[in-house]
């Protein structure tokens, strides 16, 4: 199985502002996907990138992949209150595993 | 989207006893499901990766008498806590992956096992 690492572990910023988390892995990928979680809540599927990809949108989400790097961000612009959750990066190579590392947390102060 | 439902939600359960906690995947077909550990603040860790028809295959350290999973049709796989202690309170969630799209895996909302 492949695991994501995510930098930072902690994150806290104003409403508006916009945040960026990054995530390494270790060796090739087929797809990297971030999910989110709210506190004791299970984990919401936020964007899926693919190895062939390198960037993707969806919302105010941007991802970003480096293959070359084994890198990937994930930039939530102009962010609200309501964004304050966990973010993990879950890098998949052939088994399609997901595991994950263990995640940034964001604290969105309105 | 797919949806997987995860019940319960939160239990509560005395030393000795046997929880278990079942996983639906309401919308689509998962061969493969999978089981995640967590403990506050911390990452999921994958107990086992739980395929329809067999059995399940457990990561290093996890105790495959303490941790019963059954994967009997294509929607549903259970999670069976055994003789429960209080180190085993902790978020359990669920995964199911979308047998159509494999390259994407679903989650449930997790289960918050107490034990007392």
């Known amino acids: 199985s492949q695991q994501g690492e995510e930098d930072p572990q902690a994150l806290s910023i104003q409403e508006g502002e916009n945040a960026t988390m990054n995530c390494s892995y270790k060796?090739?990928?087929?797809?990297l996907q971030w999910y989110r979680q709210n506190s004791g809540r299970g984990l919401v599927h936020l964007i899926l990138?693919?190895?062939?990809?390198r960037e993707k949108h969806s919302g105010r989400l941007r991802v970003t992949l480096d293959t070359s790097k084994k890198s990937s961000s994930l930039l939530i612009t102009a962010s609200r209150a309501a964004d304050t959750a966990s973010y993990f990066c879950?890098?998949?190579?052939?088994?399609?595993?997901?595991?994950f590392g263990r995640g940034t947390s964001l604290i969105v102060h309105p | 989207g797919a949806v997987v439902s995860q019940h319960p939600s939160r239990v509560i359960c005395k030393s000795g006893t046997s929880v278990k906690i079942e996983c639906r995947s309401l919308d689509f077909q998962a061969t493969t499901m999978f089981w995640y550990r967590q403990f506050p603040k911390q990452s999921l860790m994958l107990m086992a990766t739980s395929n329809e028809g067999s059995k399940a295959t457990y990561e290093q350290g996890v105790e495959k008498d303490k941790f019963l999973i059954n994967h009997a049709s294509l929607t549903l796989s259970t999670l069976t806590v055994t003789s429960a202690h209080p180190e085993d309170s902790s978020f359990y969630i669920c995964s199911a992956r979308d047998s159509g799209r494999n390259t994407e895996a679903f989650f449930g909302q997790g289960t918050r096992l107490t034990v007392v």
């Open positions: 060796t090739s990928i087929n797809n």
């Open positions: 879950a890098a998949l190579g052939g088994s399609y595993i997901p595991t």
């Open positions: 990138i693919r190895s062939n990809e």
